[in-house]
């Protein structure tokens, strides 16, 4: 299969979509589709080289957001887009920006953590009552997709995002 | 407990028992954590590696995880012992090879083992036989308090676990399934299998884990999301979802073989049977691939004197680091090979 972008590459990334209540399905190759940002992807390539590829893609980004390296680790965004691997844990809040959109392609759409929390932190207050009702809506959304309900399923989706934002 | 009390026999989650475990030879999960204040281990200066290895060591043994532990330095250990544990599964082959301070803590018959210093500060693991996910959650979620209530984990508000690399952040859980497919394999319908599991975000591994080739009709499932999901909807859909319905496949390939393909399939059995018993010298791929074709024919009901569970210890024990210390001396090439073909022939009751 051709991608249906360029129409020259082989298409290895395999996408869908709800529009309008509509499913559409999107077969693009790998460059094509790091350039496709924001969409659940459904995908054939092992994660890491997505992620290769898509840091590879944006390394715009870098100059856009102004971001340096981290003042605790030293580590700048070229060094990770080179290893793949942060350097400590200030990191994710130094390139929140230039990660959210990589963490969206990895982790099926998602930017924020919805599962166990250290007991001590639960203590002090992290918003958990948030994250119960993306986890529900989540669980809605693909008990619609299932269904074939992509009306329905679309208006959770922008639930969803909202929720997120 | 000594490292050279775990060659005799195979850990537990090798029994051979548990739920589904014809086709489920095992259930693991994973947690990637690491410790506050300090970098991670890609910014680590030689001094903070060891301060830490230190202080999660301590904490480990401290924390009384397992009535027992064992704790390995693997600076310390030997090429071949490093070897020992990866072919138990108990550290990563990356682990094996890595440089600097860096350990695994062992505990309960090999079920919970604790890697120290990997590509995260640590990674904790609980390995169970057969299809028992939800026991292994409830066991490494313990495990995790009791090392949370004296280590301070990174943790986020809106990216919780803070993990090395991206892919881990969130939960930091990997849930991995061993599965053995021969009949999917032998009917050619294993490539249905994979193009299912990637569009279900999961990945197919060998048995080593990442980089690993399948052999021997073995294939481990992991997910690879970890945000956006609870560790509990992870675990349910492995258990309810993807487990049960890659289970129903084999078990339709192992009927239409037994069904319509009797005799080819009586044949690839006993020709494993006859190799195994009858080989002098045998290499440990070839092993693995007719151990697969036996352990499937004994699941079948084809081959009644041989117990499961003396096959399973064979996958373990005829592998190179396993060999050498029940034989207690380093082995090379054709001699490895031709003390592997006694060993199993001895074990078989072979000719
Ligand atoms: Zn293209
Ligand atoms: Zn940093």
Redesign the pocket.
């Known amino acids: 299969m051709k ?7 082989a ?1 290895t990334v395999h996408l869908t979509e709800i529009k309008g209540g509509k499913k559409l399905e999107k077969h ?2 790998e ?3 790091a350039q496709n940002e924001g969409l659940p992807v459904k995908t054939h390539t092992p994660i890491n080289e997505l992620l290769t590829n898509f840091v590879l893609a944006h390394s715009g980004l870098q100059k856009e957001t102004g971001v340096g390296g981290c003042e605790h680790c030293g580590i700048t965004w070229a060094d990770f887009r080179q290893s793949g691997l942060l350097g400590c844990e200030h990191d994710y809040g130094v390139f929140e920006k230039d990660l959210t959109p990589l963490l969206q392609r990895a982790h099926e759409g998602a930017t924020h953590h919805v599962g166990k929390v250290p007991a001590r932190r639960g203590e002090v207050g992290v918003p958990m009552k948030k994250s119960v009702d993306l986890t529900r809506l989540r669980k809605d959304l693909s008990r619609a997709v299932e269904a074939e309900d992509y009306e329905k399923a679309a208006k959770l989706r922008d639930q969803i995002r909202q929720a997120e934002e | 407990m000594k490292l050279s009390d775990l060659t005799n026999h195979a850990g537990e989650w090798l029994r051979g028992s548990g739920p589904m475990s014809e086709i489920v030879i095992s259930s693991r999960i994973r947690l990637a954590r690491n410790v506050a204040g300090f970098p991670f281990l890609a910014k680590s200066s030689r001094g903070q590696r060891t301060m830490l290895e230190g202080r999660i060591r301590e904490t480990i043994l401290s924390s009384q995880i397992a009535p027992q532990t064992l704790y390995v330095d693997l600076e310390q250990a030997t090429d071949m012992d490093r070897q020992l544990l990866v072919e138990r599964h108990l550290i990563s082959k990356p682990h094996a090879a890595a440089e600097g301070s860096r350990g695994v803590a062992i505990g309960e018959n090999e079920t919970i083992s604790i890697m120290v210093n990997e590509e995260d500060h640590l990674r904790i693991q609980v390995l169970r036989s057969g299809l028992q996910l939800e026991e292994a959650w409830e066991q490494i979620s313990k495990i995790d308090d009791s090392l949370e209530r004296r280590l301070d984990f990174a943790f986020h508000n809106r990216f919780g676990y803070l993990t090395a690399c991206p892919t881990n952040v969130g939960t930091g859980i990997r849930v991995s399934v061993m599965l053995h497919l021969p009949a999917l394999k032998l009917t050619g319908e294993i490539e249905k299998v994979f193009r299912a599991a990637k569009d279900m975000r999961l990945a197919v591994r060998g048995l080593y884990g990442e980089g690993t080739e399948a052999t021997g009709d073995f294939y481990q499932i992991s997910n690879q999301t970890t945000l956006g999901k609870t560790e509990e909807e992870i675990i349910s859909d492995f258990k309810h979802v993807v487990i049960p319905k890659i289970i129903d496949y084999e078990h339709h390939a192992r009927r239409t073989l037994l069904n319509d393909r009797t005799t080819a399939l009586d044949d690839k059995v006993h020709r494993a049977m006859g190799l195994l018993k009858s080989a002098r010298l045998i290499a440990s791929e070839e092993t693995l691939f007719l151990l697969s074709h036996l352990r499937m024919g004994i699941n079948l009901g084809r081959v009644k004197d041989i117990d499961v569970r003396t096959v399973n210890e064979l996958f373990l024990l005829t592998q190179p680091a396993h060999l050498q210390r029940i034989q207690g001396r380093k082995l090379e090439g054709d001699l490895r090979r031709a003390v592997r073909a006694d060993y199993i022939r001895q074990r078989l009751g072979g000719v």
């Open positions: 991608c249906d972008n360029c129409n020259k590459a298409a693009l190759c460059q094509c589709a």
